[in-house]
């Protein structure tokens, strides 16, 4: 070990100064050369570590610099995977929405075919159809086509019969057009209906299915698109990171190697540079051993930074580490979302296979039904061909009951010529016979009726219940509409009240945002103060290390010195033990609240961090929160629309029921119209059997009158006169019936007009249907008998003819009387005179017997003539008679004609029933398969409420997780509140320990000072002495060094500044006269010190209010 040595104070190592010389000359430069030039040389060397530091910190920063960036993108990203999920959800969300649309649809559907269903089935419950209506519309319609068959069959009959039997075609054709017009109105209805209610159906499940599909496909291409370049852009930024981290790493290591190279040859160049200080020349300047100390306390201080940027450098590996670690972790959690989501892309492709699966059922069902419309098709041009026949055939009828009325006109002309040339005989048997049958006939009608005024009034009974039934379903709709409003409003009410306590939230967590952002706000000044206080820190600690630099290079300076001064004193070695447990007390006490710092440095950092990991996943609630009211808003918008629409409804239901009301009170006006007709007709009926007690009358005087032939012209009179009131009674009853005709015909307009007005209107009401059926039924019998009042008429026309043509043959009978009344009058006058004349002329009695036989005679010829006549009449009833039983022979095979055609018509009727019953087995199979599908989707359904469950849980685990966060940061900033007192308090104590070194530095100024001017003293004191020895010629002793030494540095403690705040009074008592005392007045005495007095500076300096102030500080 080479000794120490001493220069100018600065004590310098040997091995040093080789060291730098060494270093000086691997730099080209010569070690010989002067200690400048070695400066200057050590100068160049610092200003490069410095540019070096500087680069090496620019690489620092540039790195923090790239850190943050990445660590921004890694936030953006996970912003990114955060708003992924979300729109996740939103799409699963859909689906539910989309899944649940299309079972509405589907169970709309289905009822929309049971109503069609119900209505036909009522339709043919209301004609009559009750067989029918348990079967399929298939099964109604072979029917019909059945009827159609039947009643062709009977038109072809009725012409053939037609052209038979001329006089009742005009009857039958009539009939059959109706009969006809009614089966082609109600099968083209029934058509139409079908054919719609197909094309609808056919529409909307297209509609719905395409819709559907095209939804389905976009969505899952866009998730594969999205997930594929997700899953590219998470590998691209995981390789990143890793690239990055690595060259971290790498520069880590190179900036470590490069300041423990720098280090090393900072090291070695004061090594060289101690070595070379005792080779070098005594004599050199003060100025230049300056600048060596402050170029080495310089490169001290330059190492102590390089040492704390290592640490930094260290600390900001860690924190690389840790951050790397978190990036592998959230690349962990991202390829588990990330499987996750190819997981429902999974899923995603079953759903979408199902709803292929879906899409060819229903494909296949759009084939079946094509087929069926197809068959439809065919069966409606069949229909419409055999309508067109049936208008041919309809048009052929026509022109044969025009040439047939043709025929009639002239067999009628005929039939008039012929009885004109009958007599007066057959008139009158004529009469007769027709009154007979006249009144049979309105017998018959009296009859009918009574029957029909019975059905009416049964028919009108039901009417009213059905009107009473109607009244009453319309009030239960109208209650359960009602209800179904209340309960609406009542929706509504809750949902305004979740409205309102979803806003309360909305407002209270905008409130807590405004309150997170303050506090967000207070965290970034918190940060700034963190960041100066950290500045501040890093201030404290690099001076802290500058002063343990000082007090290394104090040790080292105490240590030489007490190492020279051990020899001599043992009482330093004490002092020196002292002095190193303080330091070390206080190098303890630095690293102690150095390691505090750290750790409230990591605790601020990372709950800082937490915190904004907080206010980012308050964030997200928040936007959660901010879709739950958008979801809410839309429910209520919703919720709204269906209001609105029931509301709607239940006004529509109330319009209807108004206008059911007031076609009921209309039908009500009709049927007390028809009431009153009836009273009419039933005042007709017996004005007719007056009429015909009349007939009967007259009948039994036209029977007296051949018995009486004198009597026979008063009771001609009488029954001219009865006949000539009944005839002008009959001729103002036939004028008031055609006057009542076009009120007939007007009304049969109306109400056929009101008829197409209210079927028109209610098409789509089921409930009314019943009573537009009755309507029609009545309308129809009030057609018929119309038509029988017509028929009636025309008899009465025929009747008046006939009364007519018997008063015209009554008057031509009273003037024939009248003329032969004369005649005989003529005669017997003639006779009288004669009479007279042969009185007069006196002849004989015998003559006068003789013309009186002869006129006997001529009233028996007359009398043997007119039972001659009778007989006649006789005969001709008798023929009459038997032609009415052939026409009723006729009526009854045509009647069994008949049964045996619907006979046959049934047979048929049940072997499409059978077929249709196959059919319906075959439909029965595929509601069971439809049944298995629907309870597949309801299994699905089940599946999917399982994981919106499972979603719900998730949900109250993340609240659960967000009360817990909350937690967190209350003690966070309970922790930041102990912290900034923390702070606070070692920002004192730093004030304080500035202040302290300011005074050591103070002191060791002040100590260097004194200890110059004590040596330069000494250096007096010996030259003294050996001018005293040389002058007295003997040899003295010296005094010890010890003793002064002693006296003038007291021993101290760390407190007191290091023993050298000695008070300025007690230096001032210093006294050269005891230079030459003994040692015990010296040792009595140690506040003396021998030899020359202090210089002024020193005691100037020794008096200085700094030492004076340091001296009371410790004694404080």
Known sequence: MSRPTAVNGILTNKNELDEINRRLKQNGID???????????????????????????QALSGAERQHAVEMQEVESYMEQVRHLSEERDALTQEFEMENDQLKKDVEKLRQEIADGKREVTQLLIQEGFMDLADGTPSEAIAYFLVERTRTMD??????????????????????????????????????????EKVRKMKDSIEQIYAKELNKVKADSKLKITSLESQKRRLEQEARHHHQKTRDLEFEMDRLKKSLEREKKERREEVEKLQQQLPGSPRDLNQSELSQLREAKKKLEMELSTTKYRLKTGEEDKHKLNQRVKELTESLDTEKKRRSSYEGTIIKLKSVVDRNKKLVTSLEDEKQTLSEEKSAL????????????????????????????KSEQTIIERQESEIKSLREEKEQQALKLQRTMVSLETERRKCLELGEKLTSTEEKWEQIVQRYKNNEKDLANKLDKLTRDLDFSKSELEANHQRMHQIQQEHDKLENSVMKQSSLVEELSEEKKRNQKLQDQLNFSQE??????????????????????????????????????????????????????????????????EREEKRVKELEDMLTEKKEELVEARRESGRILMNQTRAEERAQEEARL????????????????????????????????????????????????ETRQRYSEIQQVQAETNATTSTLSVVQQRAQAAERKIPELQQQLDEKSLRLQATEAQLRDLTSTKIDLRTCKDDINRLKAQLHEERIDKSLLNQQLEDAKQQVAACIEREERLRHENSDMKHRLIETQNKLYATEDKSKSVEDMHSLAEQGKKSLRDQVSSLQQEVQRLQTELMQTSQRLDAQITKYEEHKLHHKNKIQQAREIFTRHKSVLADSLMKLQQDLNTTNAELQKEQNNRENLQKKHDSLLEEHRKLLALHSDAEEAVRDQNRNVSTMDYRVKYLERENGVLQDRIDTLSRQRVAMEKLIREYRLEKQKQEIDKSLLVSSSGGLVFPSSPLSTLNSTVPKTTLTSGLGLSQSPSYISTHDPRFTNSSHSLRSSQPGRIPGHDLSPANRELLRSPELSNTQSSDEL
Request: net charge neutral; glycine share 2%.
């Open 154 to 195: 009977e038109l072809r009959e009725a012409k053939r019969k037609a052209a038979s039997s001329p006089g009742g075609a005009i009857t039958t054709s009539k009939q059959v057009q109706e009969v006809l017009d009614k089966e082609r109105k109600i099968m083209e209805e029934e058509m139409r209906t079908e054919r």
């Open 31 to 57: 070690p010989r050369i002067g200690d400048q030039a070695k400066l200057q040389e050590l100068w160049h060397l610092f200003a490069r570590t410095e540019a070096d530091l500087l680069t090496s910190k």
């Open 543 to 608: 001076t802290l290390k500058i002063a343990e630099q000082s007090t290394d290079h104090l040790k080292e300076s105490i240590g030489r010195k007490s190492a020279e001064l051990v020899k001599q004193y043992d009482w330093s070695k004490e002092n020196q033990l002292k002095l190193e447990n303080k330091v070390k007390s206080l190098q303890r006490e630095l690293d102690e609240a150095r390691s505090m710092t750290h750790q409230d440095k990591t605790a601020v950092s990372w709950r800082l």
């Open 377 to 404: 098709q065919m069966r409606i041009g069949f229909l419409e061909k055999d309508l067109q026949e049936l208008k041919e055939q309809e048009r052929s009828l026509r022109n044969q009951t025009t040439s047939l």
């Open 657 to 704: 029921r108004l206008d059911v009301e007031q076609r009921n009170k209309v039908l009500e006006e009709e049927m007390t119209k028809q009431w009153t007709q009836l009273k009419d007709l039933m005042a007709r009926l017996t004005a007719n059997e007056s009429a015909k007690q009349e007939l009967e009358v007259q009948l039994e005087k036209q029977t007296n």
